[in-house]
T-cell receptor, first 117, second 120 residues
């Protein structure tokens, strides 16, 4: 069964500091990996996604993530955090192709990011 | 990018009444839509997968008679919470798959803004 682990429930960083949010996944087929951000009371906004190719992917708002197959990880990073980045971040995994079965995405439990001015 | 809307954004209803939530893909045809439920400070839990023109596939533990899903067109799926009770209060989010994005079989999903349901 597929699963996603986000080991950090809550992270607090100072504005301007670097950030890394961890994500580990378990998946039996070719995974399609995502990072989403959710502000309070809002839906999900896609930050970036990885399916194949360069293992370092760039997303919106200055975020990037690195896929490491050997570690089953897809950690999200940002070199300098802004106060507006405070939100909940979700990592998700799903099948890349319909041949892999359903299109169901499995989400991690999320990491809440707080930013100290 | 593809846009998915939900209506209403928030709804308050009395216990025992039914509530309908709409999910629309605005600029693409969605053959598959998904309905998620999110409890406060928790992750998204998939409730059901909705395929246009066929019955929805519900996840284990989700009551199909309580959460009625209709995907009557390629741009609209509805979730009806029947005989709502306070424990049904939650944030409901839909997503839609855009089969035209890139490769035909690519799993590209776009999320709606969510609907906050409060049952009194």
């Amino acid at each position: 069964a597929q699963s996603v682990t986000q080991p950090d429930i809550h992270i607090t960083v100072s504005e301007g500091a670097s950030l890394e949010l961890r994500c580990n996944y378990s998946y039996g087929a070719t995974p399609y990996l995502f990072w989403y951000v959710q502000s309070p009371g809002q839906g999900l906004q896609l930050l970036l996604k990885y399916f194949s190719g360069d293992t370092l992917v760039q997303g919106i708002k200055g975020f990037e993530a690195e896929f490491k197959r050997s570690q089953s990880s897809f950690n999200l990073r940002k070199p300098s955090v802004h106060w507006s980045d405070a939100a909940e971040y979700f990592c998700a995994v799903g099948p890349a192709y319909s041949g892999a079965g359903s299109y169901q995405l499995t989400f991690g439990k999320g990491t809440k990011l707080s930013v100290i001015p | 990018g593809a846009v998915v809307s939900q209506h209403p954004s928030r709804v308050i209803c009395k216990s025992g009444t039914s509530v309908k939530i709409e999910c629309r893909s605005l600029d693409f045809q969605a053959t598959t839509m998904f309905w998620y439920r999110q409890f406060p400070k928790q992750s998204l839990m998939l409730m059901a997968t909705s395929n246009e023109g066929s019955k929805a596939t519900y996840e284990q533990g989700v009551e199909k008679d309580k959460f009625l899903i209709n995907h009557a067109s390629l741009t609209l799926s509805t979730l009806t919470v029947t005989s709502a009770h306070p424990e049904d209060s939650s944030f409901y989010i839909c997503s839609a798959r855009d089969p035209s994005s890139g490769r035909v079989n690519y799993n590209e999903q776009f999320f709606g803004p969510g609907t906050r349901l409060t049952v009194l």
